[in-house]
């Protein structure tokens, strides 16, 4: 019922024996204690678990840790490089495209993964690209002016 | 979830040797020993973690060589098994070429699952009646004496199906089916003994009153590798709706997809297809009567409508799916007009 | 304490700003002048809270690890209405990993069996709890118990609970019963027949006024219709939970709750402990909407557990447990009947409603109906249901957003018999002077004078407009306690048990201390949300800016004046020379004598000042008898929808929502506050509805796939109006924002429809399936 796996995540190689049925989530959240991971729905709905797997954003609480072996794994824990804020996350700070903050990893991982495929989106393209994330608290409106200042910042 | 082992299958065969039974069986008469297929995970995952199944193994098929190609030439679009619904998405000969399809697949869960999920898997997914994904409603797709849905007094049924319902009410989950059927696609199955077979989606999809247990055709150790699409024909219009109580993320209410062969402004190749109408995508055959070898115009599209929902039955709750078809049906066949 | 007088800003900047003079107590601040004069309040500032947030820093309750810590499942019934037979945990103890097993008995004590387990009246209510060595393992653990159930009839609908011959949740009255969150109002379990219980007829604002029947008699037009309202669930995304470790010498308890120290209060109840040996933290919370304020029964489960294994427990309940169980706003019928001259002169407005909140009572209507408008005559009578179905709690501006939508849809149909246009018809009928300048600045930002008569647009896709307001009380919470501490080293920490919902309430605090310090809103250290400060107030109501920023400026200024007190010494002054601004301590008659604010600090006798203040009363007094803050918090909301008449999809595409708060704090955040009330309200009246199978009393779309709430393409253009508004009634004069922002904008959707369509839908949500029957294109 064990496999021995080997993610690579936040660019750190990490091996461990896991059970056929861990969910990737958990393998985050609970063997490497990076709960900036959240879990919402539990089955795939809320986004508020998405990650990069292999440069995609994925829901990882619909993918089994098994099923990653051998894949690059990115969480929020791993977008600012050295220390600096990610554009992204510098957005939804200056922008306030947060409330409570538990839906605001996903969001922008799901955003990092959007804005890598399209620089220059428009407003309604950004909504689009959230169409896969629950944010109970905030109205979504500062989420896109957070990921407008971003595009904005990264194409400068 | 239960226990089970993880096995990652390194070819057709070697998957088709591993699995012992399928998703719709293990629902239906558990075994206790189910070996079953995924490939992105997504709906297997869903039915495991309600406890709906408890499967002993699930065999990874997401990682086979070479069943993750899109081709398109004169035969049509090659789709393997485990390309991605975002990958359709991006392929351009689809964008171009097959526009219903396009849509429908765009329109399809969210960008996140879209990266994960693979077109064999959509195809393959259960109905999301409420009641078949609750472990405690033993309904007829599990193996349960009643539909809980199509009571008159206590089914909750404004998702449910309006014809075929006679038995179970649930409709179809895969939106992309009802594109796919509309441009008469098929579907490569392997088997244990690694025979190949080609079905058309026509064929593939099983309606309750030939077998409630199961949606589609597939047997224990069928593999779903390729699915064909026939190559449109350049005077070739198609269209797909899908309504939705919400634009993001929803499942449909009712989705109609039509292609159509032109000449003119005279239809003459037809097929009207419909999602969320019936417990699978079903072609509505007496309506494409009505307009084939005709000028399309606002009478007929009209009446063709009236036509698809002839043998409606609604339930307690969906009778607005009635005119809610004929408004897209309508609102299609003048477009492709 | 000695009082003197202050002369503060009155009224409404750019529409009647004057001053007024009053009496505060000696040791509070002086008055502040508006915001255009202040540095960091009332400006949009960042959150201090932020960078945690997105960078996935924040440690949210299920983000808690602790040594040896196990998890927690519950075991939930199945079943909506019957007795527990039998219990059989002996193959669940089997399993590796488990540690402690605990079945919940009407006797709080551990051990007992039989018959004593408690009867079960929802699917969903919790029966046992497993902990063990991972979630996993609790999980398989609890699927291996078996229960045996004696199953009895059961009602889930609200009206077929009503009848005479419908099974009874409750054969007994009820004395004190989990209040389904009508704020301000205990509803009365102990009166009514079979499953109805009430009625509630009076509020803190009194009882029926008037004379009904003659108010009636002397109008000239009359309005009366039925108005019906969905439970929806709250829905925050992180659920529910605790981690608890309960150690000889202390409960410690992380919480995800808006009010840790009632959940402090309600353990340490529960167990008999004293206050001081409970501790609760809540430090990054992931929503709550009204559904957190108590321990539940995961509070309780998590801490026997952790007691039984001597280990830490952690219990989050999943998102299905999170809709069965632990909280909904309840559903209403209502019907209103409203009398009116023929100038618009309101004579009587009679309600009666009913809701059920489930195995809970508070499922009334609340107070618009009473004091939106002037109207003499008034009666209300509001009852509760019981049904077998999970209990309602307060939810955002409870009561009043089910009320809202038939009062509200009520004066617009009034105002289309009165041929009035429905502002001027509430310019009539509406006292609040700042609720005119919220119609009058929002009419003008949205274009209300585009609005065209009712179902007079062409095509198939039909624009309508509407508008609705709201009102809400201006709770205090007295007892509200913050200490501000002034270290020797410059830094200054701001502490209280007063937690951060989402709202900002951490950022709004570093504000107002850093405006009485004269120091910038990133200088100070905010520790909140920990029961081992002072208490403050829960976070439900919007009482919490209200009452807990004139503590915080209070005691920043006291600790301010300890400390001009020193300096004042040394510069042979008197500290009230002395002012703190831009970072300096300013002699004020000598500009060029100052100091740095850390030098200033260097040379303290302490190594900290300390300073804790609690909330005084209002500067005005309280209305009385009632005991409520002058004014209200109120709103105007307009909406703009597209309906497509063919397929029933309606779209909202626009909504200006001007609001009031008193003095506004932060711009930005408010402007989320209201961003967020308003999109809860498009889901209320579009999208949200708990789906129940009368068969067999379960909750179908427990889920976040089927239970529809809105996301991003949903969510329309939202343009906020903010103003401001001076009381003069505390040292910060500025109030919360969170329910106003929630209560008109789905009863302005509903107003939109109409206008658009020119048929009325009377019950939410307005589906496809509704608009196409309002529009009569369903055949059979």
């Known amino acids: 019922m064990s496999n021995e796996i080997t993610i690579s995540v936040n660019g750190k190689s990490e091996t461990h024996t896991v059970e056929g049925r861990e969910l990737l989530v958990d393998f985050l959240r609970e063997r490497l204690s990076l709960t900036g991971t959240h879990v919402g729905c539990d089955t795939s709905s809320c986004g508020a678990c998405t990650i990069h797997m292999n440069g995609q954003a994925v829901k990882s609480c619909s993918i089994l840790a098994a099923q990653a072996d051998g894949a690059e794994v990115t969480t929020i824990e791993g977008l600012a490089s050295n220390g600096a804020l990610h554009p992204l996350q510098e957005g939804f700070n200056e922008e306030h495209g947060l409330q409570c903050g538990f839906c605001t990893p996903g969001i922008i991982m799901t955003a990092a993964d959007f804005l890598q495929n399209n620089s220059n989106p428009t407003e309604h393209e950004i909504r689009e690209a959230l169409e896969g994330n629950f944010c109970r608290c905030t109205g979504y409106h500062n989420i896109v002016k957070s990921i407008q200042y971003a595009a904005k910042k990264m194409n400068a | 979830m239960n226990k089970f082992s993880w096995y990652e299958a390194k070819s057709v065969e070697d998957a088709v040797k591993q699995v012992n039974n399928t998703v719709s069986e293990e629902l239906y008469l558990p075994s206790g020993k189910a070996a079953i297929f995924k490939s992105g995970g997504i709906d297997v995952l869903d039915l495991v973690k309600e406890g709906l199944i408890q499967p002993k193994t699930i065999v990874n098929v997401r990682n086979i060589p070479g069943l993750n190609k899109i081709s398109f030439d004169d035969n049509g679009l090659r789709i393997g098994a485990n390309v991605t619904l975002a990958e359709i998405e991006g392929n351009e000969a689809v964008k171009t070429r097959y526009a219903a399809l396009h849509e429908a697949v765009a329109h399809a869960a969210t960008p996140q699952l879209r990266n994960m999920s693979t077109i064999a898997g959509n195809l393959a997914q259960r109905t999301r009646c409420w009641y078949f994904r609750s472990s405690d409603h033993p309904c007829f797709r599990k193996g349960g004496d009643k539909c809980f849905a199509k009571h008159s007094e206590t089914g909750q049924n404004e998702n449910h199906a309006i014809l075929e319902n006679d038995r179970c009410v649930s409709v179809y989950a895969s939106s992309v089916a009802t594109a796919l059927l509309a441009y008469q696609g098929s579907v490569m199955i392997t088997n244990g003994k690694m025979e190949s077979r080609q079905v058309p989606l026509s064929e593939f999809f099983v309606a309750p009153d030939q077998d409630v247990s199961r949606e589609n055709i597939l047997e224990p150790n069928d593999l779903i590798t390729e699915i064909s699409v026939p190559a449109p024909d350049m005077n070739t219009k198609s269209y797909y709706s899908k309504q939705v109580q919400r634009a993001s993320y929803d499942w449909s209410m009712a989705d109609v997809a039509i292609v159509a062969q032109m000449n003119g402004d005279t239809c003459e190749k037809i097929t009207i297809t419909l999602g969320a109408a019936a417990p699978i995508p079903i072609r509505a055959y007496e309506a494409e009567k009505i307009v084939l070898n005709k000028k399309i115009n606002e009478e007929r599209a009209t009446r063709a409508a009236k036509v698809a929902m002839e043998n409606a039955k609604p339930l307690s709750k969906n009778s607005y799916k009635l005119p809610l078809f004929e408004s897209i049906i309508k609102q299609g066949l003048l477009e492709i007009a | ?780």
């Open chain 3, 1 to 780: 304490m000695e009082k003197r007088k202050e002369i503060f800003p009155f009224g409404i900047p750019g529409h009647n700003l004057s001053e007024i003079e009053r009496e505060i107590p000696n040791d509070e601040p002086p008055a502040w002048p508006v915001n255009d004069q202040l540095k960091e309040v009332g400006k949009r500032v960042n959150r201090i809270d932020a960078r945690a947030k997105v960078t996935g820093e924040a440690k949210y309750t299920s983000d808690m690890k602790l040594s040896g810590m196990l998890y927690a499942k519950f075991l939930r019934s199945n079943i909506p209405h019957g007795s527990i037979t039998s219990i059989d945990t002996s193959e669940a103890e089997k399993v590796p990993g488990v540690h402690g097993i605990h079945i919940i008995t009407k006797n709080k004590e551990d051990g007992m069996v039989g018959n004593e387990y408690p009867e079960i009246k929802y699917v969903g209510q919790p029966i046992a709890g497993v902990a063990a060595e991972s979630l996993s393992i609790a999980k398989d653990a609890v699927a291996m118990i078996k229960i045996e159930y004696d199953p009895k009839s059961f009602v889930i609908d609200l009206e077929e609970a009503m009848l005479p011959d419908a099974p009874l949740v409750f054969k007994e009255p009820i004395q004190r019963q989990e209040d389904g969150g009508d704020v301000g109002v205990v509803h009365d379990g102990s009166k009514g027949q079979g499953n109805l219980r009430g009625p509630t007829t009076s509020s803190f604002y009194g009882g029926p006024r008037g004379d009904l029947e003659k108010g009636f008699a002397e109008a000239d037009v009359m309005v009366e219709n039925t108005y019906r309202t969905q439970v929806h669930t709250h829905m925050p995304l992180e659920t529910h939970g605790v981690v608890i470790d309960w150690k000889p010498e202390e409960m410690l308890v992380y919480a995800s709750t808006q009010n840790t120290a009632g959940v402090r209060n309600e353990l340490a109840n529960y167990f008999e402990l004293p206050k001081s040996q409970v501790r609760v933290i809540c430090d990054f919370m992931g929503g709550g909407f009204g559904a957190k304020h108590s321990a539940g029964s995961f509070g309780p489960m998590a801490a026997i557990l952790s007691k039984k294994t001597k280990r830490p427990v952690w219990l989050m309940i999943d998102r299905k447990e999170e809709h069965l169980a632990e909280g909904n706003r309840p559903s209403s019928i209502q019907t209103l009947k409203i009398g009116a001259k023929r100038d618009g002169t309101l004579t009587a407005i009679q309600q009666k409603s009913h809701g059920t909140a489930g195995v809970a009572l508070g499922a009334g209507v609340g107070r618009i109906a009473q004091i939106l408008y002037d109207c003499p005559n008034f009666k209300t009578e509001q009852y509760d249901v019981l049904t077998h179905a999970g209990p309602g709690a307060a939810w955002r501006a409870p009561g009043n957003v089910q009320g809202a939508f038939g009062v509200e849809q009520a004066i617009d149909e009034l105002a289309e018999k009165l041929k009035m246009d429905p502002l001027a018809l509430r310019d009539k009928i509406d006292k609040s002077e700042v609720r005119k300048v919220e119609r009058s600045r929002g009419a003008e930002l949205f274009g209300w004078s585009n609005r065209k008569p009712a179902g007079s647009a062409s095509g198939i896709i039909k624009k309508g407009m509407g508008v609705a307001q709201s009102c809400w009380p201006r709770f205090v919470t007295l007892n509200s306690s913050i200490e501000v501490r002034i270290l020797n080293d410059g830094s200054v920490e701001v502490r209280g048990s007063v937690q951060d919902i989402g709202t900002g309430t951490k950022t709004i605090l570093a504000q107002v201390v850093a405006e009485e310090l004269g120091l910038k809103t990133t200088d100070i250290t905010v520790r909140i949300g920990d029961t081992l400060f002072p208490d403050g107030p829960g976070s439900g109501g919007s009482v919490v800016t209200q009452s807990i920023t004139p503590p915080a400026r209070n005691a920043a200024y006291e600790a301010k004046m300890k400390l001009f007190n020193q300096i004042a010494t040394k510069w042979e002054t008197e500290a009230s020379k002395l002012e703190a601004v831009d970072g300096f301590i300013i002699h004020k008659d000598d500009r060029s004598k100052k100091i740095p604010f850390k030098e200033a600090l260097r040379g303290m006798r302490t190594s900290q000042i300390s300073v804790t203040a609690s909330r005084s009363n209002d500067y005005g007094g309280f209305q009385q008898p009632w005991g409520l803050a002058y004014g209200d918090l109120g709103s105007v909301q307009f909406a703009e929808v597209s309906v497509n008449t063919n397929t029933g999809f309606v779209k909202v595409d626009r909504v200006v929502a001007a609001h009031s708060c008193g003095r506004p704090l932060n711009m930005s955040q408010l402007e989320s506050q209201v961003n967020g009330g308003v999109i809860q309200g498009i889901s209320y009246a579009l999208y949200e509805n708990r789906v129940m199978d009368k068969g067999t009393g379960h909750f179908m779309n427990a889920n976040v796939d089927q239970y529809k709430v809105p996301y991003s393409m949903e969510i329309p253009e939202i343009e906020v109006i903010i103003v401001e508004e001076y009381g003069a009634l505390s040292s910060t004069d500025a109030y919360g924002i969170g329910e106003p922002a929630n209560i008109a904008t789905a009863v302005a959707i509903a107003n939109a429809v109409y206008n658009a369509i020119g048929v009325r839908i009377y019950e939410i949500p307005i589906t496809p399936a509704s608009i196409l029957k309002a529009l009569n294109k369903i055949y059979e």
